[in-house]
């Protein structure tokens, strides 16, 4: 299917946006996703090596394993809901508000996370509470990445779409670095007794001090000026969540397929891993988080030399790269861990799958996607698309892979992680690319195959 659309033509905002205000906004939308990652990524680790045992005690390894990445998934599985609607609202009323609400919400839940007891005192009403919480979350992320990078794109100059785009998945990378390396701080400092008990609370109430940071950041921030312009010209979208399933459905289906690529390799690494490494490698706790630090670090210093790449060749190549690379990859991972199952080589696998891979995936994301969708419905256009892919890719792919790790063998993991890879390789294969132009407030025509 073939499908043309272009932006409505309206009077556009006199002046681009200043350099000043551009970082300002770049600033914004990377402390953003920086809060949701840590938030995220807190949750995954702790589901790793903590919460089986404090919310889930009396399961066997498998079942306790099972639940508490099921947890993880609950979040994820209900993002499309949550972008639909948060998304919707955000291309009727404006980037900004819905920003400051998805900010509160993830922070809220996360602390209320710390706060909650165990099943050893509240017994079965700690797992539904937990559920419950991890649904806030999804619902607060599921406006987060989209929104963010609306916000940085759309202050952005044409030239560095792809550099400042990419600024939302790199505080989302070092989120998840500060979330993994705070659980790693304390259960270091802490007899594992007190850790268990206790000290595993600490790095949850701390992203306090990220949600006040971000809030202060986001509501000095003006409404974005592509938003503005559509604003003064009358021109928002009444429904914009029907206007572009009716009008781009084919950027809808481009982004959920690479979406679901992305995220499915990303948590493949992030909390699938962090649990083999456990069960199925026998590492102990210090070397599993310290292995997810080092794939988030990689990632992060990636994601923006991928980003900035692709505004000097595209960003279809870049992003092909990295599905190219991550099913060829995933023979080499678990090859290299079945001939040795030491710590450092586990590090090794987890740094260069979720660093060169998904930072070459998640780098020009940012700008490829804004790029599809027309200004009027952006927003709900990567609500609906990015989240729907997320829950099937970052919800489905670590759950689905438990299974597959007490098989016996590791070519099925293989076999699931390059599937998945090759998917979003097609898929953006098949996507066209957004024409480029030399002004930020204007775009040519958009063509999407599928």
């Not at 995220?40 to 790793?48: G, P």
């Not at 990295?322 to 040795?340: D, R």
Request: charged share 10%; hydrophobic share 50%.
């Amino acid at each position: 299917m073939t499908e043309s659309s272009s932006h409505t033509a309206t009077t556009p905002i006199e002046t681009p946006p200043s350099p000043t205000l551009s970082k300002r906004a770049g600033r914004a939308a990377f402390v953003g996703t920086l809060l949701e990652y840590y938030d995220f990524s807190l949750y995954a680790s702790a589901a790793s090596v903590v919460f089986a045992g404090v919310f889930f005690s009396g399961s066997s390894a498998f079942l306790g394993t099972l639940q508490a990445v099921g947890t993880f998934a609950v979040g994820f599985l209900v993002r499309p809901v949550g972008g639909v609607i948060l998304g919707s609202l955000g291309d009727r009323f404006g980037r900004k508000k819905i920003l400051v609400l998805t900010l509160v919400l993830m922070g809220a839940a996360t602390m209320l996370v710390g706060l909650l007891p165990g099943y050893s005192r509240i017994g079965w009403l700690a797992p539904v509470l937990l559920v419950l919480l991890r649904i806030v979350q999804g619902i607060g992320a599921s406006a987060e990445y989209g929104g963010a990078t609306l916000v940085a794109v759309e202050f952005s100059s044409q030239r560095r779409r792809g550099l400042l785009g990419s600024l939302p998945g790199m505080g989302a990378a070092l989120g998840g670095v500060l979330g993994t390396g705070a659980l790693l701080a304390v259960s270091t400092a802490l007899p594992k007794d007190v850790f268990l008990d206790w000290g595993w609370r600490i790095p949850f109430l701390l992203s306090g001090l990220i949600l006040a940071y971000g809030l202060w950041l986001r509501r000095s921030l003006p409404e974005t000026p592509e938003f503005r312009r559509i604003e003064q010209a009358d021109a928002t979208a009444k429904s914009p969540v029907r206007d572009v399933i009716r009008r781009q459905p084919g950027a809808l289906v481009a982004v959920l397929v690479m979406t679901i690529g992305q995220t499915g390799i990303g948590y493949f690494y992030l909390v699938f891993m962090g649990t083999f490494g456990a069960n199925q490698l026998e590492l102990d706790r210090t070397a599993i988080l310290v292995g997810l630090i080092a794939a988030q670090l990689a990632n992060a210093a990636l994601i923006p030399l991928f980003g900035g790449l692709s505004d000097r060749v595209g960003r279809k190549p870049v992003i092909a790269f990295g599905f190219s690379y991550s099913a060829i990859f995933a023979w080499v991972a678990f090859s290299a861990l079945t001939n040795s199952n030491s710590a450092t080589m586990f590090w090794v696998i987890l740094a260069l799958g979720n660093g060169v891979g998904v930072g070459a995936i998640f780098g020009p994301m940012g700008a490829y996607v804004t790029e599809l969708f027309d200004t009027e419905h952006a927003y709900s256009g990567l609500g609906l698309g990015r989240e729907a892919g997320n829950a099937i890719g970052a919800a489905a792919v670590p759950v689905v892979a438990v299974p597959l790790a007490f098989d016996g063998t590791t070519v099925w993991l293989s076999l699931l992680l390059c599937g998945i890879a090759l998917l979003g390789l097609v898929a953006a294969v098949l996507s066209g690319s957004p024409s480029r132009t030399d002004d930020v407030h204007s775009r040519d025509r958009v063509h999407i195959a599928v």
